[in-house]
């Protein structure tokens, strides 16, 4: 009978989608085992604990601060990204954004655009739970007239639906869409704000006027940890094992999948730090050192140059099996293919020296030598080591090209920027780039980078320290 009760409680668990606690198989496993697998695990399980991170702030916890809107609904930002904003690093402050957490366990959702002027930039970039991007709308890809896209899970099968111009098909049951409006200054947000309100999120039954399915389970979804936590606490893999529930392995990863079961890591099941051996327990946290201290060499060769940013962020098939890479893109978290966009990225000056507000420096475009775009351009301001933008008297977190006929051209007809914590002088001030007091870093942004960006022609110039 007792045997019944718990075979009962074990389908009961099944059928409704709750977690089931396991036990990892480790009592003949070795330390060294244990721990090369806690390395590979935490690599490949980082970016997807910290997508759940930012989800759950904009689309589970209705007490976040931060918080957007329920699943499968769009919450429009009529603003750009400031200091304020602090649950994305490295916020792109060119754009405002619209979001929508995409749930797609009952039924596909679908996206519908309206038709946007041929010279203003937009774009939708759709993500998976892992941080692969799945696919794009917009500008650079299906144009700017009006349009409709559906995304669908990993569990749906059929045929393309009437009216639906592109569909877009994701391994995880829940999405990012992250949508980008271009904004030429300050007195063009009235416009932005009537492209935003004909942006259209929605159910593919409730598009097609159709009964919809049956609804999905209700989640209670798991709490997430900080980022700081994500580095130091094992609850790290609890988190991971709740969204690898709502991430069916592909078939390149089956294998791996079973390596990581070995030690408790599974999707649905509770990662149970009281089953662990001290021994193996020990591991599993050496083997996350092990993984910290490879993805620190990833971002020494990001600093030095030997990885770009066109080399972390892409589809599953760009980035293959390569899962630093892909956790590398956390530093800038929703991050765009280099197709989409390239992120030039100041760390140190000409001499190799990291860059800090103590110093003061310049950044000069020779005459029609800016980057090569189909769109446009700009250069943003982010304190370290928080990747965030910074306060300053002149609320100026970045530089773009929309701007530049505000600027004071050089006498040859090129163009100076002045990047430092104080003012430059009045004369000077409308090229000026504020700094924190500190350390920082400086991201150039190539919205829609033309061919002789993509095919290394065209090279960043050079940031110089004023001596």
């Given at each position: 009978?007792?045997?019944?009760?718990?075979?009962?409680?074990?389908?009961?668990?099944?059928?409704?989608?709750?977690?089931?606690?396991?036990?990892?198989?480790?009592?003949?496993?070795?330390?060294?085992?244990?721990?090369?697998?806690?390395?590979?695990?935490?690599?490949?399980?980082?970016?997807?604990?910290?997508?759940?991170?930012?989800?759950?702030?904009?689309?589970?916890n209705k007490n976040d601060p931060e918080?957007?809107?329920?699943?499968?609904?769009?919450?429009?930002?009529?603003?750009?990204?400031?200091?304020?904003?602090?649950?994305?690093?490295?916020?792109?402050?060119?754009?405002?954004?619209?979001?929508?957490?995409?749930?797609?366990?009952?039924?596909?959702?679908?996206?519908?655009?309206?038709?946007?002027?041929?010279?203003?930039y937009y774009s939708i970039q759709i993500?998976?739970?892992?941080?692969?991007?799945?696919?794009?709308?917009?500008?650079?890809?299906?144009?700017?007239?009006?349009?409709?896209?559906?995304?669908?899970?990993?569990?749906?099968?059929?045929?393309?639906?009437?009216?639906?111009?592109?569909?877009?098909?994701?391994?995880?049951?829940?999405?990012?869409?992250?949508?980008?409006?271009?904004?030429?200054?300050?007195?063009?947000?009235?416009?932005?704000?009537?492209?935003?309100?004909?942006?259209?999120?929605?159910?593919?039954?409730?598009?097609?006027?159709?009964?919809?399915?049956?609804?999905?389970?209700?989640?209670?979804?798991?709490?997430?940890?900080?980022?700081?936590?994500?580095?130091?606490?094992?609850?790290?893999?609890?988190?991971?094992?709740?969204?690898?529930?709502?991430?069916?392995?592909?078939?390149?990863?089956?294998?791996?999948?079973?390596?990581?079961?070995?030690?408790?890591?599974?999707?649905?099941?509770?990662?149970?730090?009281?089953?662990?051996?001290?021994?193996?327990?020990?591991?599993?946290?050496?083997?996350?050192?092990?993984?910290?201290?490879?993805?620190?060499?990833?971002?020494?060769?990001?600093?030095?140059?030997?990885?770009?940013?066109?080399?972390?962020?892409?589809?599953?098939?760009?980035?293959?099996?390569?899962?630093?890479?892909?956790?590398?893109?956390?530093?800038?978290?929703?991050?765009?293919?280099?197709?989409?966009?390239?992120?030039?990225?100041?760390?140190?000056?000409?001499?190799?020296?990291?860059?800090?507000?103590?110093?003061?420096?310049?950044?000069?475009?020779?005459?029609?030598?800016?980057?090569?775009?189909?769109?446009?351009?700009?250069?943003?301001?982010?304190?370290?080591?928080?990747?965030?933008?910074?306060?300053?008297?002149?609320?100026?977190?970045?530089?773009?090209?929309?701007?530049?006929?505000?600027?004071?051209?050089?006498?040859?007809?090129?163009?100076?920027?002045?990047?430092?914590?104080?003012?430059?002088?009045?004369?000077?001030?409308?090229?000026?780039?504020?700094?924190?007091?500190?350390?920082?870093?400086?991201?150039?942004?190539?919205?829609?980078?033309?061919?002789?960006?993509?095919?290394?022609?065209?090279?960043?110039?050079?940031?110089?320290?004023?001596?």
């Amino acid at each position: 009978m007792l045997y019944q009760k718990k075979l009962m409680s074990l389908l009961m668990g099944l059928v409704i989608g709750l977690p089931l606690t396991t036990t990892a198989a480790t009592s003949d496993m070795t330390s060294e085992e244990a721990r090369a697998i806690a390395k590979e695990a935490y690599i490949y399980g980082y970016p997807m604990v910290d997508n759940y991170r930012v989800q759950y702030s904009y689309f589970v916890n209705k007490n976040d601060p931060e918080y957007m809107a329920p699943w499968n609904q769009i919450k429009n930002l009529a603003k750009v990204y400031t200091p304020d904003d602090k649950a994305i690093q490295t916020p792109n402050s060119d754009t405002p954004y619209s979001w929508a957490g995409l749930d797609l366990r009952a039924e596909p959702v679908v996206i519908s655009v309206p038709k946007i002027e041929k010279e203003r930039y937009y774009s939708i970039q759709i993500f998976d739970a892992y941080t692969y991007i799945v696919g794009y709308a917009g500008s650079r890809t299906t144009g700017n007239d009006a349009g409709n896209f559906m995304v669908a899970g990993p569990s749906w099968k059929g045929e393309t639906p009437k009216g639906i111009d592109k569909v877009y098909l994701s391994d995880t049951d829940f999405d990012l869409a992250v949508f980008r409006t271009q904004l030429f200054n300050a007195g063009d947000m009235d416009k932005v704000k009537n492209i935003q309100a004909q942006y259209q999120v929605q159910p593919l039954s409730a598009f097609l006027g159709t009964a919809p399915p049956p609804a999905a389970p209700t989640i209670d979804f798991i709490k997430p940890i900080t980022k700081e936590e994500q580095k130091t606490s094992l609850e790290f893999f609890n988190i991971m094992n709740f969204v690898l529930n709502y991430s069916p392995a592909v078939s390149s990863e089956v294998a791996l999948r079973d390596r990581f079961a070995k030690i408790g890591i599974e999707g649905g099941k509770t990662f149970d730090q009281a089953a662990l051996s001290p021994e193996i327990k020990t591991a599993i946290e050496q083997g996350r050192a092990d993984a910290l201290q490879e993805f620190a060499g990833g971002v020494k060769e990001l600093t030095e140059g030997k990885i770009t940013s066109g080399d972390v962020f892409g589809s599953r098939e760009f980035l293959g099996d390569n899962y630093l890479n892909r956790w590398l893109g956390t530093i800038g978290i929703y991050g765009n293919a280099k197709e989409e966009a390239m992120y030039p990225v100041y760390r140190m000056d000409s001499a190799g020296q990291p860059l800090t507000g103590a110093n003061r420096y310049t950044l000069r475009f020779a005459p029609n030598e800016y980057p090569p775009v189909n769109a446009f351009w700009s250069l943003t301001m982010y304190e370290l080591p928080s990747s965030l933008l910074v306060a300053n008297p002149i609320n100026r977190y970045l530089i773009n090209s929309p701007m530049l006929p505000q600027m004071k051209k050089d006498a040859d007809g090129g163009l100076t920027l002045y990047i430092q914590n104080e003012s430059p002088g009045p004369d000077k001030e409308s090229n000026w780039l504020p700094a924190p007091k500190g350390p920082f870093a400086t991201y150039m942004r190539l919205y829609w980078p033309a061919q002789a960006a993509l095919d290394g022609s065209w090279t960043q110039p050079k940031l110089l320290k004023v001596k």
